[in-house]
């Protein structure tokens, strides 16, 4: 089988990791050939995957095609769903998600627990909403990496919002910020990995450090997984989704957003579950049997961001500390040059013990350093 991947990031790497377990023939569009991908796949075409006739002129060449990134060419994808590629995510599924005011839309449709939202055209539109803040003013298309998102606290803050289409939604009182990984089959099976809890870094909004399963009543989290199947039987696409959901002080559950392909919050799956999330994507587009989702062992991510300060050719300081340290897995994902705020690579600790997960998460952070020598 031919298998193709639009964009050539850390996450088509590591599905290119698991894919080359199977009997398949592997396929890459990306724009830069240095991509973290680009080495690990069979065949790398250069090109847009925003542009219709190289994804289309891509595609058609494939038995099966995904996305490790929702920001691409959908009209494309209809159409070679309609000659017979199977494309999944479906073009449909990626469509609603890749912008926020149909995502959100498609929540309240569904009846999806989302915090309450306005639509805006410009900047001043929020002047109409003085009332609603705080809230979060999020770009429809476009963001990535917190870059899309806003805050605004109050009215002296409007001057930060976006002048293009977007959405301000209520600021929830956030206790915890948790995602969980539902795949679907093309019958329609479903599995949901346990749950992952995260704690951000609020000077680049990035993750700052990830614990699953993450340790939740047991309400809260049955509610949780019942919303997040629901956003992906809603969706009707097979594929692979990462639900992030808020629970708010009161112990209400919100979808916050969801993404339709492999997602950060899944990278410990490689070394702590049976299956990890990149193997059941493979699993769905071979039409194999879904595997096993379920923890081997406790673990934690620590993501390895580019340091404040330092642009250029990367150098990773307190490398050989790290990899000294027992249960503890170096992700570094290719990416030649650094700057503040990229995300480099992640390192995964595995556990029984929650402590020695928290403590050499830290230690982690503290010791290993992207920068530039
Ligand atoms: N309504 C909200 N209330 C409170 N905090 C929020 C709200 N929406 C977003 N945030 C905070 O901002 C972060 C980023 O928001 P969101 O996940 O919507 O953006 P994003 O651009 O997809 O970012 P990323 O790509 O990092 O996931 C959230 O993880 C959360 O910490
Ligand atoms: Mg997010």
């Not at 490790?68 to 609603?96: D, H, M, R, S, W």
């Not at 989704?241 to 410990?268: C, K, M, Q, Y």
Request: proline share 5%; hydrophobic share 40%; with cysteine.
């Amino acid at each position: 089988m031919k298998v193709g991947i639009l964009g050539g990031g850390q996450l088509g790497r590591m599905l290119l990791q698991a894919a080359a377990n199977y009997d398949i023939t592997t396929y890459v569009l990306e724009k830069d050939p240095l991509c973290p991908a680009a080495h690990l796949c069979h065949h790398f075409t250069k090109g847009d995957i925003m542009d219709y006739d190289a994804v289309y002129n891509f595609g058609k060449q494939l038995d099966a095609l995904t996305i490790e990134i929702e920001a691409v060419n959908v009209e494309a994808l209809e159409q070679l769903e309609k000659e017979g590629v199977k494309v999944y995510p479906t073009p449909a599924a990626i469509k609603i998600i890749k912008n926020k005011i149909l995502q959100k839309q498609f929540y309240s449709e569904q009846e999806i627990p989302t915090s309450p939202y306005y639509i805006t055209q410009h900047q001043s539109d929020l002047l109409q909403h003085l009332d609603f803040l705080p809230a979060v003013h999020k770009l429809a298309e476009g963001g990535y990496d917190g870059k899309g998102v806003q805050v605004i606290n109050n009215e002296a803050e409007i001057e930060l919002g976006f002048n293009a289409p977007a959405i301000l939604e209520k600021k929830v009182k956030i206790a915890k910020e948790i995602a969980l990984i539902v795949a679907m089959d093309a019958q329609g099976k479903t599995i949901i990995y346990p749950p992952a809890e995260m704690v951000f870094d609020s000077v680049y909004n990035l993750l700052d450090y990830q614990l699953s399963p993450a340790k939740l009543e047991e309400r809260i989290l049955w509610k949780a997984q019942a919303m997040a199947r629901k956003v992906v039987t809603g969706l009707k696409s097979p594929g692979l989704f990462a639900i992030e959901l808020f629970i708010d002080v009161n112990g209400d559950v919100w979808v916050n957003e969801t993404a339709p392909r492999v997602h950060n919050s899944g990278h410990h799956t490689i070394e702590a579950n049976y299956s990890s999330q990149y193997d059941t994507l493979l699993r769905i587009l071979l039409n194999y049997p879904l595997g096993n989702p379920n923890e081997i062992l406790p673990s934690a991510i620590v993501n390895i961001i580019g340091a404040d300060g330092f642009t250029g050719d990367v150098y990773y300081e307190g490398l050989d500390e790290v990899l000294k340290m027992d249960n503890v897995f170096v992700h570094l994902y290719g990416k030649l040059q650094t700057k503040p705020g990229r995300k480099m690579g992640h390192v995964t600790i595995i556990s029984n013990d929650y402590l020695d997960l928290t403590h050499k998460a830290n230690k982690i952070k503290h010791t290993l350093k992207a920068i530039t020598k």
